[in-house]
């Protein structure tokens, strides 16, 4: 059974920081894109950032460059982001999930950890 099981969420105030983790199990995610999405109230669940499992190649949103940073523990199984100079509108759940490279749809979801951001 594969399971992506999300930490590390809270509440911060604006220009604080936060690490996200995304503990992965259940089968290999060689040739697969990890991905971090987020989800305000009222909104559709946005890309925040991901990341090639086998070249740690990474992508990141527009709104979240320069302020949040991507990694990848392959001995650990695990997915992480750094998410540094916070800012109320980065307030969500966000998501840790799965797919493989090229496809569109992702396969395998976390149950999502809450990020708020107070001013």
């Known amino acids: 059974q594969v399971q992506l099981i999300e930490s590390g969420g809270g509440l911060v105030q604006a220009g604080g920081s936060l690490r996200l983790s995304c503990a992965a199990s259940g089968r290999t995610f060689s040739g697969h894109f990890m991905g971090w999405l987020r989800q305000a109230p009222g909104t559709e669940r946005d890309f925040v950032a991901g990341i090639g499992w086998n070249y740690g190649t990474t992508y990141y949103a527009d709104s979240v460059k320069g302020r949040f940073t991507i990694s990848r523990d392959r001995a650990k199984n695990t997915v992480y982001l750094e998410m540094n100079s916070l800012k109320p509108e980065d307030t969500a759940v966000y998501y840790c999930?799965?797919?493989?490279?090229?496809?569109?749809?992702?396969?395998?979801w976390g149950q999502g950890t809450q990020v708020t951001v107070s001013s």
């Open positions: 999930a799965a797919k493989l490279v090229g496809t569109k749809e992702y396969t395998y």
